[in-house]
């Protein structure tokens, strides 16, 4: 029950945004605290990479860009023209109502493949690029997996900015809204705003508590061995490679996961999505929060993302992450908060406690 009390407080905090937006009539922070819980789900996966497996990532936000484009693809693409050529896996799909049939403005049929498939089908593809990518990757260490996964991250943005299919420099739009149930969907309606921000709270809390669940236990032991000796803990038996590949994996789902519900609850998505400031930027909140922090990572993720989103820094946002990460690498390297500043407030707030 002890485990499970800081998630407990976390929920009441999140409802408690959500009231005091309405309380103030600021509802439109919404919009923001909806996206960022979807993107601090995405470093939240990257924190157990970097903070418990030992690996640094560059290429994060080529994930999010698969999960994104593949789901906004399928639900868009119209493949009225394969069913008529007799396809016969469109109409395995027809006969098996897996795509939905609409109209055009101008009277012609549409046929789309449904969220949920092309959810199924992005996750999937997802997993079997990771483990391709991170089977030949992850032997690598330090600067040298950074600049592997940067250049996976580089492929990506480059695809997705030079192909036809992607929208190329413009993107994907009018991407359908993902209905979970009925009456209850992932889009970007105004009115919908408190229902999204709670999809989006709720698939945030459910990913954090599954990761929680991950370090506390004997994988959880087994990754923190790696992060210290990777080969003393390869001596004593656990095997490296796989725990560092499936982590790794498990880290990307994460990645396309979020990148799917942002793609259907903005109606798109853009080539910026993939681009390596956007890695950058996951890499530096998981470290201004704490490599081995998800709660650091957590509320990094929220605060910032939030802020960035706001246009606080304005033109000068992605120098402003890149400065960040500058600072923290140098002055606080476990995190902002674990600077001695707050330890010496945890030890004078404990010695008072002993006091009284």
């Not at 924190?47 to 418990?52: D, F, H, P, S």
């Not at 693409?77 to 055009?104: P, R, V, W």
């Not at 942002?262 to 470290?287: C, D, F, Q």
């Amino acid at each position: 029950m002890r485990v499970y009390f800081p998630i407990f407080i976390l929920i009441l905090v999140l409802v408690g945004m959500q009231l005091l937006t309405q309380f103030t009539d600021t509802a439109f922070y919404l919009t923001q605290m909806t996206m960022s819980a979807y993107y601090a789900l995405v470093i939240i996966g990257l924190c157990l990479v970097m903070g418990y497996a030992g690996q640094i990532s560059l290429g994060h936000a080529g994930f999010f860009a698969i999960g994104g484009y593949t789901s906004a693809v399928l639900t868009t693409y119209n493949f009225t023209e394969l069913l008529e050529n007799g396809n016969g896996l469109i109409k395995f799909l027809a006969n098996n109502d897996l795509l939905i049939a609409a109209e055009s403005l101008y009277g012609e049929p549409l046929l789309y493949i449904t969220p949920w498939l092309a959810c199924f089908i992005a996750v999937i593809l997802t997993i079997i690029i990771a483990f391709l990518i991170g089977i030949p990757v992850l032997k690598l260490k330090g600067h040298y997996l950074a600049m592997a996964t940067l250049g996976f991250g580089i492929i990506i943005y480059r695809i997705v900015l030079a192909t036809e299919i992607f929208g190329e420099a413009d993107g994907i739009s009018d991407v359908p809204a993902f209905p979970l149930l009925p009456g209850i969907a992932v889009n970007g309606d105004f009115g919908n705003r408190i229902q999204n921000y709670y999809i989006a709270c709720s698939i945030l809390v459910i990913g954090f508590i599954l990761l929680q669940n991950l370090i506390n236990s004997r994988v959880g032991r087994a990754l923190r061995a790696i992060h210290a000796a990777e080969d003393a803990a390869n001596a004593m038996g656990v095997n490296t490679s796989r725990y560092k590949l499936y982590t790794f994996v498990l880290s990307a789902v994460f990645a396309a996961v979020a990148g799917i519900f942002l793609t259907h609850y903005n109606g798109g998505i853009g080539p910026s999505e993939a681009g390596i400031m956007k890695s950058v930027r996951y890499v530096a909140i998981v470290a201004i929060g704490g490599m081995a922090s998800l709660w650091g990572a957590l509320i990094m993720a929220a605060v910032l993302n939030f802020l960035s989103l706001r246009g606080l820094f304005g033109s000068y946002d992605d120098a402003v992450f890149g400065a960040i990460l500058i600072i923290i690498m140098l002055f606080a390297p476990d995190g902002i908060l674990r600077l001695k500043i707050w330890q010496m407030f945890n030890k004078v707030k404990a010695n008072s406690g002993k006091g009284s």
